[in-house]
């Protein structure tokens, strides 16, 4: 029917992609908005525990980690298989973490100092002598909000 | 003269542009989020005051010994059964002697509520393992988890994490999280 074809050559519009920039600038906020930056390499080797009662690190600002665990391969000549602790990215002594927990509350927003959260990060091979010398000396830095980071299962731990 | 056209600016490479800017921060980031067991020391103290008299009735020791074996009062358990007997220990349906004191408190939406002055404490040995370790603590914090939730929903019909910041509140305060991390002096030397 006449009414409905056009006579003559017709030209299919190509597909404009100006707006592909607008989708993908999108995804690529959202990523930076949901995701932190790496900010350090770990030199110990940690596999976390796995619990059921655990939370979710609600401010990521407020959380600083203490990471406990056996050293990587490339350290191991050095330093030996003994758990050790690394704070930010470098190898800690037990009373470094003092000083440590002092400076880094020291660089937070005043308002949320007391908010700090000390989150261990500790590999499920970690014997416990080395723990409690950190939780005595985060007492006395009065750093008494403390996390054990664990992955969360909700497969009860005693059936496997 | 000749006819000039204003060009548009071809954008079809934008999306080039945007798409490596996306690419490097899906690869130099972290999407996982932690998730941790919220614990809270014990503040450290000042003075060498009496630590304050001891009831037996009224204090667990669960403890966990170099070779990981769980010792709940003396008598070696397993893991499956400490949050039975945490639970038991919190609760004391019966009013049991050998069971832990209560304390009426005044308590909102409760009026006064028999708080159980039951504390549980957790030692260990310098070479107990800390999964060993967290485990247990996971276990005990599960039977607080649990008496909560159950009371909310005799209470409130719901479960603990869907009531109200008040209500929770109020619960929370009920049922205490008394879990006390053990002071290193108690703890063995290898």
């Known amino acids: 029917m006449g009414k409905f074809s056009k006579g003559g050559k017709k030209n299919v519009p190509a597909i404009s992609t100006a707006s592909l920039p607008d989708i993908v600038f999108m995804l690529l906020f959202f990523f930076m908005t949901v995701t932190t930056m790496k900010e350090t390499d770990l030199k110990v080797r940690i596999s976390k525990p796995k619990a059921t009662e655990v939370k979710k690190l609600e401010n990521k600002n407020l959380v600083k980690y203490i990471n406990i665990g056996p050293p990587i391969n490339k350290y191991k000549a050095k330093y030996g298989n003994e758990a050790m602790i690394q704070l930010n990215d470098q190898f800690a002594r037990v009373r470094d973490v003092g000083p440590w927990v002092n400076a880094e509350r020291g660089g937070m927003d005043p308002a949320n100092r007391a908010k700090m959260t000390t989150a261990l990060k500790v590999d499920k091979t970690a014997k416990m002598g080395i723990i409690t010398d950190i939780k005595q000396e985060l007492r006395k830095a009065k750093a008494l909000k403390i996390t054990y980071i664990a992955d969360k299962t909700t497969t009860d731990m005693f059936n496997k | 003269m000749a006819r000039r056209e204003l060009t548009e600016i071809n954008a079809g490479s934008m999306a080039d542009i945007a798409f490596l800017l996306l690419i490097f921060f899906l690869v130099t980031t972290t999407m996982s989020t932690n998730t941790g067991m919220q614990r809270k020391l014990p503040p450290i103290e000042e003075h060498d005051e009496k630590p304050p008299e001891v009831i037996e009735r009224n204090v667990m020791v669960v403890l966990v010994n170099k070779d990981?074996?769980?010792?709940?009062?003396?008598?070696?358990?397993?893991?499956?059964?400490?949050?039975?007997?945490?639970?038991?220990?919190?609760?004391?349906?019966?009013?049991?002697?050998?069971?832990?004191?209560?304390?009426?408190?005044?308590?909102?939406f409760f009026g006064k509520y028999p708080v159980s002055k039951g504390l549980v404490s957790l030692q260990t040995d310098r070479n107990t393992s800390y999964e060993k370790y967290l485990q247990v603590q996971n276990e005990l914090v599960r039977s607080i988890s649990e008496l909560r939730n159950e009371k909310s929903k005799e209470k409130f019909g719901v479960s603990f994490d869907d009531l109200t910041e008040d209500q929770r509140d109020a619960v929370s305060k009920a049922i205490p999280l008394a879990i006390s991390e053990a002071e290193p002096r108690r703890i063995t030397n290898k």
């Not at chain 2, 007997?85 to 049991?96: D, E, I, V, W």
Request: proline residues 10%.
């Open chain 2, 68 to 108: 990981n074996i769980i010792a709940i009062k003396g008598k070696p358990v397993s893991l499956d059964k400490i949050t039975e007997k945490a639970k038991l220990f919190f609760s004391n349906p019966q009013g049991r002697e050998d069971l832990p004191q209560v304390d009426y408190k005044e308590i909102p």
